[in-house]
């Protein structure tokens, strides 16, 4: 069974600052993605990466950055210099990567307030 | 642009009364899924479609049905909502051998 937990349920920082999103998964899959979603009060999900597991290479985008350790299986988030539109829920996700249809499975999310 | 459409983006139902949400796709793909996510909480999956196979989840109230009748739209019935069911529902497509998924912008249900 998959399963992804995100211990921090709710983080507050204020604008500018750095914060880190901690996602720790298990799966016994040897191939499987990884995905971060944003999700603003509105409400719809917005796809942020999708990483497979045989590319442990760290990305950076624009002011968010993933960093992907399989030893450890963690998949945190950083995002750099935080504004205020930065506010929303993450979800981590994960997936396996054969199969017709793989069901996504949610961590618990972490609210982010991004304070003036 | 190719997208997952979910209408109407509010809906408001009465206690008990059949309701209806919507979802089409431009993209052709092949797997339409289903999500319930209520308040504070992750999305939880109720079932999707492998082109016409239809896959429930194990937990999944009998109260919801889905529909596909062809590869653009997917419908969600709920038979007799409850309270409970209040939630937003989302919509969301997957290609076979692809590792991505597209979401709609979802449907958010009240019950009265």
């Known amino acids: 069974a998959q399963k992804v937990t995100q211990a921090q349920t709710e983080i507050s920082v204020v604008e500018k600052e750095d914060v880190t999103l901690d996602c720790v998964y298990e799966t016994r899959d040897t191939t499987y993605y990884l995905f971060w979603y944003k999700q603003p009060p509105s409400g719809e999900l917005v796809f942020l990466i999708r990483?497979?597991?045989?590319?442990?290479q760290n990305e950076i985008s624009g002011r968010y950055s993933w960093n992907f350790q399989k030893s450890t299986s963690s998949f945190n988030f950083t995002i750099t210099a935080s504004q205020v539109v930065d506010s929303a829920v993450y979800f981590c996700a994960l997936s396996e990567a054969s199969g017709s249809a793989r069901q996504l499975t949610f961590g618990s999310g972490t609210q982010l307030t991004v304070l003036p | 642009d190719a997208m997952v459409i979910q209408n109407p983006r509010y809906q408001v139902t009465q206690f008990g009364k059949p309701v209806t949400l919507s979802c089409s796709q431009t993209?052709?793909?092949?797997?339409m899924y289903w999500y319930q996510q209520k308040s504070s909480q992750a999305p939880k999956l109720l079932f999707h479609?492998?082109?016409?196979?239809?896959?429930n989840e194990a937990d999944t109230p009998d109260n919801f049905q889905s529909r596909r009748p062809n590869t653009s739209f997917c419908f969600l019935d709920i038979r007799s909502p409850g309270l409970g069911d209040a939630a937003m529902y989302l919509c969301a497509t997957s290609r076979v051998g692809g590792g991505g998924y597209t979401f709609g912008s979802g449907t958010r249900l009240t019950v009265v």
């Open positions: 990483r497979n597991s045989f590319d442990e």
């Open positions: 993209l052709n793909h092949n797997v």
């Open positions: 479609y492998y082109d016409k196979d239809f896959n």
